[in-house]
């Protein structure tokens, strides 16, 4: 929608150019502000394009899968979206993974600033490593999470947050909202079945 204003405004101003006469300085003002509407509508559709590249190339290299998408639901994808209610899904046959609506704004703001970051925008890095632990394959929703847990300090890195608070806002994780969390499971624990002994496991010298 927002692109299609842009691309509105920059018809009109390719409009102008077209009339054979002198321009007024009036005619050069309203292109001016022809232009720069058409740069703020383009925007924000050109920052979530570029975030959700981003998001698409990281997650293609964890799950080793070159046909990986990550869509950032706008609000009106979330209206057509069947499974609106959760915070992101994902498909293991295609490798498409959408996070709804506002999930990729709060990681942005965590990723901008993640000294000063509320519970929802620390929130949104497990949904995204967990979408990705799906598209490498898993079904089990509790295998799925523990997955995420366990690659949340370097998935958080890769992201480019600083390694103390990757680990940190990781262990906090673990420690915290996850043991009451739906997909909880005894299992997944340092030492115990689900734990896959990773090098740069979130809980390698947790306390
Ligand atoms: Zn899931």
Redesign the pocket.
């Known amino acids: 929608m927002l692109v299609l204003i842009s691309l509105f405004c920059c018809w009109l101003v390719f409009r102008e150019f077209r009339k054979e006469k002198a321009f007024t300085n009036f005619d050069r003002g309203y292109i001016v502000v022809l232009v720069m509407l058409a740069m703020l509508f383009a925007w924000s559709p050109i920052r979530y394009w570029r975030f959700e590249s981003f998001l698409t190339n990281l997650a293609s290299q964890i799950a080793n899968r070159s046909d990986v998408e990550v869509h950032c639901n706008t609000p009106v994808d979330a209206i057509f979206d069947n499974a609106a209610t959760v915070a992101g899904h994902?498909t293991i046959e295609t490798g498409r993974i959408v996070l709804q609506y506002p999930l990729c704004a709060q990681l942005m703001d965590y990723l901008d600033d993640p000294h000063n970051v509320t519970k929802r925008e620390k929130y949104s890095v497990i949904v995204y490593v967990?979408?990705v632990m799906?598209i490498r394959g898993e079904r089990n929703?509790q295998r799925?999470e523990c997955q995420a847990i366990q690659r949340l300090f370097r998935v958080g890195m890769l992201l480019g947050l600083p390694a103390h608070i990757a680990k940190q806002d990781a262990i906090t994780y673990f420690k915290g909202d996850f043991q009451k969390h739906p997909y909880f499971s005894t299992a997944c624990a340092p030492g115990a079945s689900m734990d896959e002994r990773l090098p740069d496991s979130t809980w390698v010298g947790m306390d």
Do not use: L
Request: hydrophobic share 15%.
């Open positions: 994902a967990h979408e799906h929703e799925t």
